[in-house]
């Protein structure tokens, strides 16, 4: 999809992989861009640096999903591009909390169908629209010390499978972007909690992923994969998924021997 004279929205901007793609956004030939976030005055700070417009949104519930939506709709017209970006982390496994793992199911999951519920009849009476959602690779390999983020990770990207399975012979195009490490303030605080650099070696701007994401968008590729190597680990995941398990499980183990 080209960008130009496209309104774009932006969920989870204030900070991150979103005010990365805000701003990379902005910078191409787009009609508008609105940068939405819990933070409304994190949204509106990124907003005011790059000429566009914000709206304080918590994207756990289907009313203010609604609101952006009619809002953008009444003063731009449409929609071409909604990245549903927003995202948290929860650690631990099954001991973690109800009320965490509700929450991270509603910010994780329900997010992603509250925006394909309200933007995307909007869209297929155009025949045209583009829903770019923010995955992880944990949703493709899982997160062997975050139970609840793997498992919504995943449960987003069958979500999003969907999406373009059913509509995308109806003028839908639909994305996932599937990262790896990122330098944002959730990666920092898995670093600082568990006390392991674990994918921080490797861990890519926010700035890097924000190109990713626009260069995937023109391709129209299902799959955004800013660090490629994920796709090989992907492919020995469906080719051996025994072999791949016991891997895991040793990645793991040294892991926590190397923790301090």
Not at 25 to 42: N, W
């Amino acid at each position: 999809m080209e960008l130009t004279g496209r309104v774009v929205v932006v969920t989870g901007a204030a900070r991150g992989i979103g005010r990365a793609l805000a701003r990379r956004f902005a910078a191409e030939p787009t009609k508008a861009v609105v940068v939405a976030d819990v933070d409304g005055s994190g949204a509106r700070a990124v907003a005011q640096e790059i000429g566009a417009t914000s709206v304080q949104c918590d994207v756990s519930r289907e009313a203010d999903i609604e609101r952006l939506i009619e809002l953008v709709e009444s003063q731009h017209g449409r929609i071409d591009i909604f990245c549903s970006n927003a995202g948290i982390a929860v650690g631990g496994g099954p001991e973690a909390s109800d009320a965490d793992w509700q929450r991270i199911w509603e910010v994780n999951v329900m997010a992603h169908v509250y925006v394909a519920r309200h933007v995307l009849p909007r869209m297929l009476a155009r025949k045209d629209g583009y829903i770019v959602g923010t995955v992880s690779a944990a949703g493709l390999l899982n997160h062997f010390f975050a139970a609840p983020y793997g498992v919504t990770k995943a449960a987003a990207l069958s979500f999003f499978e969907w999406l373009s399975i059913v509509h995308g012979d109806e003028g839908i195009r639909v994305s996932c972007l599937c990262p790896q490490g990122v330098k944002t303030d959730m990666l920092e605080a898995e670093r600082l909690h568990l006390g392991i650099n674990f994918l921080t070696a490797g861990a890519l701007e926010p700035e890097l992923v924000a190109d990713a994401v626009v260069n995937g968008i023109a391709a129209e590729h299902f799959l955004i994969l800013p660090h490629p190597e994920v796709a090989d680990y992907f492919r020995r995941k469906a080719d051996d998924y025994d072999r791949w398990l016991r891997g895991m499980r040793r990645l793991r183990s040294n892991l926590l021997s190397t923790a301090r």
